[in-house]
């Protein structure tokens, strides 16, 4: 067998089996860190090539991820986290796709993800897509026009799944939906949300911003949960990815531009309002002058895309999101993108070297938790983002 001393224990057996699997024999593992601190905030990655000992081809490239650290498992409950991905790629995803082939989907309007092998508690073993030229946006960076509409109908497409699957096969959609109707954050998020909402309020300068913003944050746990809760946007609930940050999407580029993407970690998916994915990728990965560009147009964008996907599977989607519901539902669950934005953007924008994982976070104790790592450009984002909501007259 070949060697994975390198490795913690469950990605050694997860390796061993997808070798045994693929009935792969004389063959060597280069192993490599599969990201930077910083990037991934629950567990850790290992870049797996395989190649053959015969020729040195390359067979395999592969990203492993999965915690090694007790205490962080625990902390984090991150086996909950494991088997809601699981989930994703062992059922919800592979029954999409088949979905969209009984459909006959063109490939080019297709929703696509990253191929799964091996799925379970503690580690999800998948193609490693950088080998195909995908990777990450700089994260200090705002999307731009190419990124941002490409991420948009991306999340539309996926979107439109459920709204078609609920339509036309309502049976196989609740099975579905049953995997992911309850939160597996509910616990982990109660002390950030307080956190990061207070620490927001802090550095807002404007004493009447700051007064709105600090009202907001009153109830903001039960504004988180109440978004984040499928009854609260039923019948209408989609099976959202549920983390829909920069680190979480990777593009292909040719000759500069974004010419495809694929989502990973799927660790919170859940069912509720598609506004909460919405919300939380635009006001997470885009600035101020990339919003006021787009304006109200950016959440058209998105629905109309949703109803040209619907047109595949022959769906109204008057029937099944009218627009009417579609706007009610901005009021109601786009300052998602608030709550979130006060927690994720100071993490995604601090300074390398200083960057804090999410177990730093999670004390019990408020007196000892440690500060969000706010930098000139993350006070700026979030200044913005609440000069947004502000403006849009929903804080």
Excluded at 182 to 196: G, Q
Excluded at 316 to 341: I, S, T
Excluded at 377 to 386: A, F, Q
Aim: charged share 25%.
């Amino acid at each position: 067998m070949c060697d994975t001393s390198n490795l913690p224990e469950n990605c050694k057996v997860a390796i061993e089996e997808f070798i045994q699997k693929n009935g792969l024999k004389n063959v060597a593992l280069r192993i490599s860190p599969g990201s930077e601190k910083g990037d991934n905030y629950v567990g850790e990655m290992h870049k797996i090539e395989i190649t053959s000992k015969h020729n040195k081809s390359v067979l395999f490239n592969l990203i492993a991820k999965t915690t090694s650290d007790k205490a962080i498992s625990e902390t984090l409950k991150v086996e909950n986290m494991y088997n809601r991905e699981a989930d994703l790629y062992n059922i919800i995803l592979p029954t999409f796709k088949k979905f969209q082939d009984e459909h006959k989907i063109p490939n080019e309007e297709r929703f696509d993800f990253v191929k799964c092998y091996i799925a379970n508690t503690n580690v999800i073993l998948m193609e490693d897509m950088s080998a195909k030229g995908y990777r990450m946006h700089n994260r200090y960076n705002s999307y731009d026009s190419d990124h941002l509409e490409l991420a948009l109908f991306s999340l539309a497409r996926y979107h439109s799944l459920s709204f078609a699957m609920k339509k036309l096969n309502p049976a196989m959609y609740k099975n579905l939906a049953k995997l992911v109707e309850e939160s597996v954050i509910f616990d982990l998020m109660n002390p950030l949300i307080k956190r990061s909402l207070l620490q927001a309020t802090a550095i807002i300068d404007d004493a009447s911003k700051a007064k709105k913003l600090l009202s907001f944050s009153e109830n903001g746990v039960e504004k988180f949960h109440k978004y984040i809760a499928s009854e609260s946007a039923a019948p209408y609930d989609v099976i959202c990815h549920g983390d829909c940050w920069n680190n979480n999407i990777l593009f292909k580029y040719k000759n500069g531009t974004p010419v495809d993407m694929k989502f990973v970690d799927w660790q919170i998916a859940r069912s509720c309002s598609p506004i909460t994915d919405l919300s939380y990728m635009v006001y997470c990965s885009t600035d101020v002058p990339m919003r006021a560009k787009y304006n109200t147009r950016l959440f058209n964008m998105y629905y109309e895309e949703i109803k040209k996907q619907l047109t595949y599977f022959d769906c109204d989607v008057e029937e099944c999101y009218p627009r009417a519901v579609f706007e009610n539902h901005l009021k109601e669950f786009l300052p998602y993108g608030l709550l979130m934005g006060t927690l994720v953007i100071p993490l995604v924008l601090s300074n390398k070297g200083t960057e804090l994982q999410t177990v730093d976070l999670c004390e019990a104790d408020d007196s000892n938790a440690k500060k969000l790592p706010y930098t000139e450009l993350s006070k700026d984002r979030v200044k913005g983002i609440v000069d947004d909501f502000i403006n849009l007259e929903l804080i």
